[in-house]
C-alpha cells in the first residue's frame, strides 16, 4: 500500500515543523499568543490528508509543545530526527502509537502502543509515526533542549538515574507510565476546543505547563512510595505475572494475593515493585488492558456492547461502561465500527 514519507527535524523553532508540512501541502496560521514571546503555528490538514491537524508554540528558547488532533485519510511515514541528540520529548498520548527498532540503529520496527501513556524518550531514538488510512492520532508533545531536560530530570530523578539518562550512549525510553486521570482531562479540554479559537495557544501553554507539574507529582509520589531498589530477580517474576495478566484479561482480576505467591513475594511487596515497573498497581494496568481489548472489540463491528460486556466478565453494563468512559472519554457505543 502508498505511503507517503515526511521527515521533520526535531527542535523547539516553527522552521523545524513548517518544512516538514511543506511536503505534506499543509498550510500555516501564525497565531499570536497572549503571554508568549513566539507566536503559535496552526496547521490545518488539507482534505486529501485528513481532517484536524496540529498547533506548535516555542514557549522559551529550550522549549516547544506540538498539539496533534487529527484524523488521517491516507497513510503516512513520518520520521522525528535528531542525528546530533540535542533534544529530549515527553509524550502525553490519548492516541497515538510508535514504530521503533528492536535493536539500536537496527531495520526491524516494532509497534509501541502508547495512547494512555506518558513517554519520556531521548529525541534521537529512532522512531517514526505511521498513521494509517483513518487512523486518529491525538497527542501533546514537549520538545526540550538537553539542557533543560537534564534540569527537569534532576527535579524527577536520582542523581544516579540523571547520570545514567544523560551519560548513556544508548538511545532510549526513559520513563513510561500510564497517564493520571488530570492529564487525560487536560487533554480532553484541548480536545473540545476548536485550534482555530483566538484563546487555543493560551490554553495550550497553560495545560503544557500543568502536564509538567503533574508528572513531577507522580514521579514524586512514586519514588515515595516505593522500595529502594530492583533486583534482577524480582523484576522477572514481576514481568512473569504481568504476562499473566495480559492472557487472562478476559477473565476477572485475580486479586494480589495470588499474583504475588506467583512472584513468591509478600502481597505489599508484590504491588509496590509493580507499581514501580509498570507505573501503575496490578489492578489498574488490569483493568487498562481490558478496556483496550474492549475498544479494539468495538472496533470491529462485530460486537454489540452487551454481548463485549458479557465476554469481558461484567455482570453490569453500566459499571463496565463507567470503567470505559473513564479511560477513553466516550461511551463504548460511541466507537462501534470506528477504526481505532
Partial sequence: MHSKSVKYLLGVSKECVEKGDAILGVRHRVQPVVGQVYPGLLALFPEQLGTGGTYFIQMSKQLAVQYIN???????????????REYFTIHFSLQDTFLLPQRENG????????SG?????????????????????????????????????????????????????????????YM??????????????SMEDKAFGLSLTGVAYSLIATLKDVVAQRQRSVVPRLLKNDIEAIHLTQQ?????????????????????????KYKLLYTRIY????????????????????????????????????????????QFRKIFGVLPKQLVGRTI
Fill in 180 to 193: 493520571p486521570d488530570k492529564c487525560t482531562g487536560l487533554l480532553q479540554g484541548l480536545g473540545r476546543m
Fill in 244 to 268: 499473566f495478566l495480559l492472557e487472562a484479561v478476559e477473565n476477572d482480576f485475580p486479586g494480589i494475593e495470588r499474583l504475588a505467591a506467583m512472584a513468591h513475594m509478600s502481597p505489599t
Fill in 279 to 322: 507505573g501503575m498497581p496490578p489492578k489498574k494496568y488490569f483493568i487498562q488492558k481490558k478496556m483496550e481489548l474492549a475498544r479494539e472489540m468495538l472496533a470491529t463491528g462485530n460486537y454489540r456492547v452487551s454481548e463485549i460486556v458479557y465476554e469481558l466478565g461484567y455482570s453490569n453494563q453500566g459499571f463496565f461502561t463507567q
Fill in 117 to 177: 501513556k506518558i513517554v519520556l524518550m531521548d529525541g534521537s531514538l529512532r522512531n517514526e509515526y505511521v498513521p494509517g488510512k483513518y487512523d486518529t492520532i491525538h497527542t501533546l508533545r514537549l520538545i526540550m533542549k538537553r539542557s533543560y531536560a537534564e534540569e527537569l530530570a534532576r527535579e524527577l530523578f536520582s542523581q544516579e538515574t540523571v547520570e545514567e539518562i544523560f551519560s548513556n550512549r544508548y538511545h532510549n525510553i526513559f520513563l513510561q507510565l
Fill in 70 to 84: 487529527a484524523t488521517y485519510r491516507q497513510h503516512l511515514t513520518v520520521r522525528m530526527l535528531d542525528s546530533a
Fill in 107 to 114: 531495520n526491524n520496527f516494532r509497534q509501541q502502543e502508547v
